[in-house]
């Protein structure tokens, strides 16, 4: 069967859709074609089956790094224009809903004042830079990669030479010790290292390539037994990206991301390409610096600054609101100074907040919804975006998580942070299977009636013995999950992960 993606790529370039985005905005009733509606994702605009008429707005925001007048910006655009509606995503961006495209050009000016764009947010591109939310400030990472982050879109973003990759390409780079960014789930990562010379020791990344959470067969990305000094980064990236251009399967949608290339060639052949793409001899990979894998980063983060801290704040599940978005701006502006750092996590870090202000700023109000001490179940909890706004997924993986988390919490109390995932379908944009237990949505059929239900994996990590997450459930009602979840969890982490609750909601002794 064609691909038909490939055949409207053909005919026309995603980046030379935008003046058709504004002769459709200037329509009353606007009669799209097919395959401009595929091309206004090249401008982050996805039109939803869940949503008819209405378009979803993906940003790009590198290393989800914010100012307080660029958060208060989308915070004002999601009340004028999308219902007030928003959501963090597990790559440190955000994403507006209920778009019209009458409004998308008046979106997208206002995005550009603030700084912003949504450009090559979606489809075969290259989605959002991700790095460490502390990135600059921590005191324990070995090189401030914020930068970097920002010069590789640069180099990508608006560039013809990457606007048709063979499917979407995810990239991640980070300095810290800490691996916040989950480094093997994604198709090109850059890791911190570094390597002993004569001259004396160099500090730079190591390379993963062919991660991939999605599909019948996820993968964990791979070493390419490559070491870059951070000026050769941005180079190593575009000869990465023209390899996997040139060479990437097309024939279908489902076989088409880099994990299947490197599958076909191997990655010692994968490596000889991305050298000679490079034009230059590649330095083997040096010593691995990661010390920790998954930190989230809640809570009190003391910075290289002695006097400073960072607040982490948990939003659950990443739902949130104009309204809140402006109001954590305010909250930046008045106790820190006015940044914000978005987090895979689907939370929000207040950094360069002074030591003596933390006391005021833990009296925020808005902080009793966003909390920097959540409970062991909430902390670990991360979904997709569900059934309200993706066709895909078979349930409100959303709300399900928020219940379920409420009936754990109920009943246990976590030792430690648990992290649950929930995807609501097999896209996994949840990244379920590098959970402690992950869930995928499901329906099945409880009596007369056909129900919401999710079968469960267990036992995903990252690291030096990472492995995904492998099934421990078959298809259960969401109702039945608080128990066997908790059962598995004990399994996984061991029993002392969770203890039961007494009378009265103490911790049993």
Known sequence: MPNVIEAIKDAKDGLDVLPDLHRYAAMDEPVFDDGD????????????KATPGYFMLRMRIPNGVLTSEQLAAIGEIANAYGRGRADITTRQNLQLRWIRIQDAPAVLQRLSAAGLTSQQSGMDNVRNVVGCPLAGIDADELIDARPLAGRLQQAIVGH???????????????????????????????????????QGGLVGFNVLVGGAMGGKEPRLAEPLDVFVPPEDVVDLACAVLTVFRDHGPRDSRKQSRLKVLLAQWGVARFRAAVEEAVGRPLRPAGAAASARHGGDHLGQTAERDPA????????????ISGDDLIQLAAVARRHGRA?????????????????????????????????????????????????????????????????????????????????????????????????????????????????????????GRLGDDAQLAQPVAPKTPTADLADLVAAKIRETLGPDAIRERAAGGAAAG
Not at 37 to 48: A, D, I
Not at 182 to 193: K, Y
Not at 308 to 319: C, D, F, K
Request: proline share 5%; with cysteine; aromatic share 6%.
């Open 339 to 459: 940044e914000l750092r978005l987090t895979v996590q689907q939370n929000v870090l207040v950094p360069h907040v002074a030591r003596a202000n933390v006391p005021a700023l833990l009296t925020e109000p808005l902080l009793q919804r966003f909390t920097p001490n959540p409970s062991g179940f909430l902390r670990g909890l991360v979904s997709c975006t569900g059934i309200d706004y993706c066709h895909f997924s078979l349930i409100d993986t959303k709300g399900e998580a928020l219940e379920l988390a409420r009936r754990l919490d109920e009943r246990y109390v976590a030792a430690q942070t648990v992290r649950i995932h929930w995807s609501g379908c097999v896209h996994a944009c949840g990244q379920h299977k590098i959970a402690d237990i992950g869930l995928e949505g499901a329906r099945v059929r409880s009596g007369e009636e056909i129900v919401p239900a999710a079968s469960v994996v267990a036992g």
């Open 160 to 198: 013809r030479g990457f606007s048709n990759l063979p499917r979407k390409f995810n990239l991640s780079i980070t300095g810290c010790r800490d691996d916040c960014t989950h480094a093997q789930s994604h198709d090109l990562s850059f890791t911190p290292a570094t390597v002993a010379t004569p």
């Open 37 to 48: 509606l595929e091309r206004l994702k090249w401008y982050g605009l996805f039109h939803r």
């Open 308 to 319: 400073l801290t960072t607040v982490g704040l948990l939003v659950p599940v990443g739902r």
